[in-house]
Nanobody
Framework: QVQLVESGGGLVQAGDSLRLSCAASGRNFSTYAMGWFRQAPGKDRELVAA??????????EYADSVKGRFTVSRDNAKNTVYLQMNSLKPEDTAVYYCAAGPQLIDLRLGRCDYWGQGTQVTVSS
């Protein structure tokens, strides 16, 4: 069993930066693909960033809407995945969720084994 706890959200101005953290407890953290999802009011949940398991090379991918602005990384020694969010825009406002799944394809389809409780990110113009 894996538990995920997000932190780092808040209220910021457009152009600001935030760093979200997802602390994982449990075994075999490094074997999971990790993803960051977001859900904005009135919009579907979307996968904005993901990083594959260590055995798969820790490859990253991003939604087009955040590419070049967001960076996902993982520190397996600390059982933590991060989302560095730069040049934030009002349209980035959403609840951000950390999630774990077997492989990247599972994350793309929302087939996650574990979810965090979410952290609110609000970007004002």
């Amino acid at each position: 069993q894996v538990q995920l706890v997000e932190s780092g959200g808040g209220l910021v101005q457009a152009g600001d930066s935030l760093r979200l953290s997802c602390a994982a407890s449990g075994r075999n953290f490094s074997t999971y693909a990790m993803g960051w999802f977001r859900q904005a009011p009135g919009k579907d949940r979307e996968l904005v960033a993901a990083i594959t398991a260590t055995w798969s090379g820790s490859v990253t991918e991003y939604a087009d809407s955040v590419k070049g602005r967001f960076t996902v990384s993982r520190d397996n020694a600390k059982n933590t995945v991060y989302l560095q969010m730069n040049s934030l825009k009002p349209e980035d406002t959403a609840v951000y969720y950390c999630a774990a799944g077997p492989q990247l394809i599972d994350l793309r389809l929302g087939r996650c084994d574990y979810w965090g409780q979410g952290t609110q990110v609000t970007v004002s113009s």
